[in-house]
T-cell receptor
């Protein structure tokens, strides 16, 4: 079945630096979503990308959907301590009845 | 944004007892809700899809007689862990969608179950 793979699993970042997390699907996705889960918290929706090649920005966060709609990335610039948490990508299953979540990228920040 | 409330947030029970977790959509009607299980430092594992007025759809490997799901109204789904054992200890999270099964998900706060 459809799987969503996410790398890296862990990202330890110096405050102020940039980093990127990547999401890849074995099949074409109708959309890709990104969620953030703070330590001890629950996942919170960040964004949904639908169009091929789409790029969306939220302040220091840049989300991109690949041209083939099989991969996506989240790039964070000038990382802050508030960026700590686990970022999940999620894409619809092949029959579109549920979302499949990636393994997540857990981000820690050193001041 | 939409609000999904989950209760209780923490529960400790003895082995062999049953525990019920509630998931409510507070400001919208959710025909579909989802139940996940999350182990420490791991991703969300979908357990079942809860459909209002019909039987839940369970993922492969999830025991439906162990994890009873009821979606009696458009704003409430419940997960009952029956005859709980220590290996059932986990973080259980529900979510709901307003725009179809693969639209934006609104998550509850989660329920941490500890079975002694």
């Amino acid at each position: 079945g459809q799987q969503v793979m996410q790398i890296p699993q862990y990202q330890h970042v110096q405050e102020g630096e940039d980093f990127t997390t990547y999401c890849n699907s074995s099949t074409t996705l109708s959309n890709i979503q990104w969620y953030k889960q703070r330590p001890g918290g629950h996942p919170v929706f960040l964004i949904q990308l639908v169009k091929s090649g789409e790029v969306k920005k939220q302040k220091r966060l840049t989300f991109q959907f690949g041209e083939a709609k099989k991969n996506s990335s989240l790039h964070i610039t000038a990382t802050q301590t508030t960026d700590v948490g686990t970022y999940f990508c999620a894409g619809p299953s092949s029959n579109d009845y549920k979302l499949s979540f990636g393994a997540g990228t857990t981000v820690t920040v050193r001041a | 944004g939409a609000v999904v409330s989950q209760h209780p947030s923490r529960v400790i029970c003895k082995s062999g007892t049953s525990v019920k977790i509630e998931c409510r959509s507070l400001d919208f009607q959710a025909t579909t809700m989802f139940w996940y299980r999350q182990f420490p430092k791991q991703s969300l594992m979908l357990m079942a899809t809860s459909n209002e007025g019909s039987k839940a759809t369970y993922e492969q490997g999830v025991e439906k007689d162990k994890f009873l799901i009821n979606h009696a109204s458009l704003t409430l789904s419940t997960l009952t862990v029956t005859s709980a054992h220590p290996e059932d200890s986990s973080f259980y999270i529900c979510s709901a969608t307003r725009t179809g099964a693969t639209g934006e998900l609104f998550f509850g706060e989660g329920s941490r179950l500890t079975v002694l």
